[in-house]
């Protein structure tokens, strides 16, 4: 993600290219059991894969500081939703905004690159042979100057809402916690 820093000038905003799916290794859910902010880990280690039928399944885990914890070896995931791509539970980084659209970031890092881009006077795009990035597959009302004000009040606000131990980018330490997954069958 250094890229994304460097893609970022004062009042000026240099798309870094980056897609989606690369702010999924840590997402900010709501804990199905107490409704606090938990943390969906996509990436426990280099042999947290297995093989089962031609298919990877990965493991993933979603703890929260209530106690919860779940891991599960999975195969599948989806992007571009206002939910974890694995366990599909709802983000913790999402509000209505601009008349009922809803405003998602997937972790802080996500947000600060929506902020970034929101803000900017003057938004910069270099073509990327291949796919299209984050950016530009925004909706048109994310990029209208009109709802400027209003998604930068509510970033300020979705920003404020993350509990005080998951503000910092602190290094995970998460290995030894929780229960250990059985692979599929």
């Not at 919860?68 to 999975?74: K, M």
């Not at 913790?92 to 996500?110: E, S």
């Not at 006077?121 to 994310?142: D, K, N, Q, T, Y």
Request: glycine residues 10%; proline residues 6%.
């Amino acid at each position: 993600m250094s890229g994304i820093a460097e893609g970022m000038m004062e009042g000026r905003f240099a798309d870094p290219g980056v897609k989606v799916y690369e702010f999924a290794d840590e997402v900010l859910v709501r804990c199905p059991v107490c409704g606090g902010c938990a943390l969906v880990l996509a990436r426990l280690g280099e042999c947290e894969h297995r093989w089962v039928g031609g298919r990877e399944y990965t493991r993933r885990r979603l703890r929260c500081g209530c106690g919860h914890v779940r891991d599960e070896f999975q195969d599948c995931r989806t992007f571009g939703q206002p939910v974890d791509p694995y366990f599909q539970l709802p983000l913790w980084l999402a509000a209505d905004c601009c008349g009922g659209q809803q405003l998602w970031a997937y972790n802080l890092a996500h947000l600060d690159l929506l902020e970034s881009y929101i803000g900017a006077g003057l938004r910069e795009r270099a073509a990327i042979p291949g796919s299209m990035s984050l950016v530009e597959r925004l909706p048109a009302w994310v990029k209208s100057a009109k709802h400027r004000t209003e998604i930068l009040r509510t970033i300020r606000r979705l920003r404020a809402s993350v509990p005080q131990g998951r503000q910092a980018d602190q290094p995970v330490d998460d290995v030894a916690t929780g229960s250990q997954a059985a692979p599929p069958s």
